[in-house]
């Protein structure tokens, strides 16, 4: 069957993923899920506004449409034919944050993101309460936190979901989760298919007023899962031209850290990933529980419901990107046109020429807070002392250092507990740039990163992938053993080996930067 006549016959997958600055669609064969059928895209920004992270849920259903539409586009594009069938859809999206709805379906307060760090006093009281660490970004948290704080909303609370789960409900009318983006609302069980029962009594014993908090939770599904089809007025929402009927299938939704283990086929025991976009998360399967708690480590679950350890950065790449976007202006100011991507490939490839600790120069990227880094508000700063070497290639090398110096902190609180690890894999557009981000980070980790030719999908083709195992694949068969020998069989690894000089460089740096951070916090103390 060729791709024109299996498209025509509905035999593909379609992932969807709101990602922090894109929405992404992608849509892939469903027997071939690696191969890319089509892809569409909508480029989009949070707002901060009373002091918090938001985005406007009418940009969620504008972005929505926009992004599908742009996919349909390509579909014609390229093979000719309107995209009037689809196997299999699933909707990922950025983690944690708080949308609550009353009864009648109505968004009590704006969406508050992952990215909101006023959450501290509930996250360390629960915390204490779960004895176990409850970030500041999870759902619970920005729940309880309402509650502290006497918002009149919080008593008309109905249910309360994420952004996946509210664009899968609002297509669907079905209020479930996947099992990985559930447990970044509330702590799942050991068996990492429904929340923790005990702690929901805890929870409910704090605040003996409210409904209780399974009531107000999606139901917890895993991958593989029927999580509904599409409904009549989902149909219209996502495709006004009425082109694409209801009745479609829907995997489980899920949350953009499970669809970037599954991008990076990393979902079994010793195996790990690590995503780079607007924020920086690695996630490592766990063979055996952790010895105790730790502030620098969530625990979570892959879409399959098995235990994950997560180190979460709430910054990314974007104090880089606002670099090149600098570099950008500068040559249209001396009269040369530059795509951002290629500005972004000279950026890293000038990088490499710098000195292995970046000569001295110190970097942070934090543009919201920290909590890793103990960080209430973010400040990104650029700091050399009069004898640092302070060139292009090193300034460059120092930002791509701050992109992943949060992130070692806690990858060295994972060392120290004895994780082991089989092999790391990398993804995001970050690496599209061959060799440069990966090698980088390989010193941060001090171990082998591993690159796959469809790292640059990233999360949308993981969520595609979901889709396509939802719709082809008996229950019998595995979620780690349907990617390793139905996706990524033939997938080409480019793997980048720490090199020794590196590793030392960012050691050095990475002294620098922990003791830099008192510079840090007087910043946000003081500007």
Request: aromatic residues 8%; glycine residues 10%.
């Amino acid at each position: 069957m060729t791709e024109r006549e299996r498209i025509r016959a509905g035999d593909t997958a379609l992932g969807i993923e709101f990602g922090s600055t894109r929405i992404k669609a992608c849509l892939v064969d469903a027997q071939n899920p690696e191969k890319v059928l089509a892809v569409g895209s909508h480029s989009w920004e949070n707002a901060f506004v009373d002091r918090l992270w938001t985005y406007a849920l009418e940009d969620v259903w504008a972005g929505l449409r926009s992004a599908y539409a742009d996919l349909v586009a390509d579909v014609k594009q390229r093979y000719g034919v309107a995209l009037e069938k689809v196997g299999c859809i699933g909707i990922s999206a950025m983690m944690h944050g708080y949308l609550a709805f009353d009864d009648a379906g109505e968004l009590l307060v704006p969406f508050r993101t992952w990215r909101n760090t006023n959450t501290g006093p509930a996250a360390a009281e629960l915390s204490a309460l779960f004895e176990l660490n409850i970030p500041v970004r999870w759902s619970i948290a920005h729940y309880r936190q309402a509650m502290l704080d006497d918002e009149r909303h919080v008593a008309h609370i109905a249910r309360l979901t994420t952004l996946a789960g509210c664009v899968h409900e609002a297509l669907t009318g079905r209020h479930v989760l996947g099992a990985g983006d559930a447990s970044g609302m509330f702590p799942l069980n050991s068996s990492g298919l429904a929340y923790d029962e005990e702690l929901m009594r805890r929870f409910d014993d704090l605040a003996p007023g409210a409904a209780p908090i399974a009531r107000l939770l999606p139901e917890v599904l895993v991958a593989g899962q029927d999580a509904g089809e599409l409904t009549p007025a989902g149909a219209a929402l996502l495709d006004p031209t009425g082109t694409l009927p209801p009745g479609i299938p829907f995997c489980p939704p899920e949350g953009d850290a499970g669809t970037g283990m599954v991008a990076t086929d990393a979902v079994a025991p010793r195996t790990g990933n690590v995503s780079v976009g607007t924020s920086v998360f690695a996630m490592v399967v766990l063979e055996r529980p952790l010895t105790r708690s730790h502030p620098e480590l969530d625990l979570v679950a892959t879409p399959a419901g098995d235990p994950v350890a997560m180190v979460h950065c709430n910054n990314g790449a974007s104090e880089l990107a606002a670099w090149v976007g600098m570099f950008v202006r500068f040559a249209e100011a001396a009269g040369m046109r530059l795509d951002p991507d290629v500005v972004f490939d000279v950026v890293l490839r000038e990088a490499v020429s710098g000195d292995p600790d970046a000569g001295g120069l110190l970097s942070y990227n934090h543009l919201a807070g920290e909590p890793i880094a103990g960080l209430p508000e973010g400040r990104p700063l650029f700091v050399r002392a009069p004898d640092s070497s302070f060139t292009l290639a090193n300034a460059m090398r120092s930002q791509v250092y701050g992109v992943y110096g949060t992130l070692a902190l806690g990858m060295r609180v994972l060392d120290e507990e004895g994780v082991r690890l089989e092999r790391m894999m990398a993804h995001g557009g970050m690496f599209r740039t061959a060799g440069v981000a990966q090698r980088f980070l390989a010193a941060a980790l001090d171990a082998p990163v591993a690159v796959a030719d469809t790292a640059a999908e990233g999360g949308a083709w993981g969520m595609a992938v979901l889709a396509a195992y939802r719709a082809t694949q008996p229950a019998e068969t595995s979620l780690p053993d349907y990617l390793s020998s139905r996706v990524f069989a033939d997938t080409t690894l480019h793997v980048a080996d720490p090199s020794p000089d590196d590793v030392a460089g960012f050691s050095a740096y990475l002294e620098r930067y922990r003791a830099g951070l008192a510079v840090e916090e007087a910043a946000v103390a003081l500007l």
